[in-house]
């Protein structure tokens, strides 16, 4: 490699030698340093961008960073390193654990409600016929589901016009009812979207558990959440190595 002068005798490096590491393209070097997520390059007398190892460390950080803390958040701890503001940084990182953390109990509420759905399912058939609120059916009213539920009547039409939950109508009064599985959906959505869920994202699930006429794709989504919380873990993990190596170079 070439010995920049003005560099302190550390190696010059070329925009596509950091990117070839990466498998990134020349421009999103570039661009990367522009967006100050690399310190600012060094210049040839002819113009051309010079970077050193320290941009190398620089782009091996923010890549690591990037899995866990997401692209914007990335971004912003490395600017932040690189004007100096490395306090700032530690409070975006300790943010990011902190909504880990968050998401792991939510996940744990989740599997609560879910180990608490079928016994609960079974209690509520056995008080339905002594409630009010119930239709003669024994299935229930959209009040007295919405409250215990904790959510308003609105939602659980909202719910209804997105094709997760099903009730039918009474044709004597053409109240909504919702029989056993209308009420188990309720709850399956509920839970959901206490988890983070969006809508589009629970309806095929609905559909699944509609098809297996039980809660194991419900399972194996709570599997797969525990799975993408243990990779952002590792990953946070993988990204705060590259950055005190970062960090550490820097000086």
């Known amino acids: 490699m070439e010995q920049n002068p003005q560099s302190g005798g550390r190696a010059r490096l070329r925009p596509v030698d950091l990117a070839r590491e990466h498998g990134l393209s020349t421009q999103a070097v570039r661009n990367y ?14 113009g ?12 091996r950080a923010f890549l690591a960073l990037v899995p866990g803390h997401g692209h914007r958040t990335a971004a912003s701890i490395m600017r932040a390193v690189n004007r100096g503001a490395v306090d700032e940084a530690f409070r975006l ?10 998401d792991r109990r939510t996940l744990r509420a989740v599997e609560s409600a879910l180990r608490d ?8 058939r056995g008080a339905r016929g002594e409630q009010g ?4 059916s024994g299935a229930m009213f959209i009040g007295p589901l919405a409250r215990q539920l904790g959510i308003r009547p609105a939602t659980l039409r909202k719910w209804e016009r997105a094709g997760l939950v099903r009730p039918r109508r009474d044709q004597r009064t053409g109240y909504r009812v919702y029989d056993e599985a209308a009420v188990r959906d309720a709850r399956l959505v509920h839970q959901l979207r206490r988890g983070g869920y ?6 095929p699930l609905i559909d699944q558990v509609r098809a297996a006429g ?3 794709p419900l399972e194996a989504a709570l599997r797969d959440w525990q799975d993408r919380l243990s990779a952002r873990g590792r990953a946070l993990l993988a990204g705060a190595a590259e950055l005190e190596a970062y960090l550490r170079d820097r000086g």
């Not at 340093?33 to 390059?41: K, S």
């Not at 051309?48 to 941009?55: A, E, I, K, S």
């Open 93 to 102: 990182i300790d943010e990011s654990h902190a909504q880990l953390l968050e």
């Open 198 to 203: 969006l809508l589009e994202q629970i309806a």
């Open 133 to 136: 609120g119930m239709s003669g």
């Open 214 to 216: 039980g809660l194991q």
């Open 117 to 124: 759905l079928e016994s609960s399912a079974q209690s509520d």
């Open 48 to 59: 051309y961008r010079t970077y050193t190892p320290l941009h190398a460390s620089a782009l």
């Open 33 to 46: 340093e522009e967006a100050g997520i690399l310190p600012a390059a060094g210049r040839t007398a002819h």
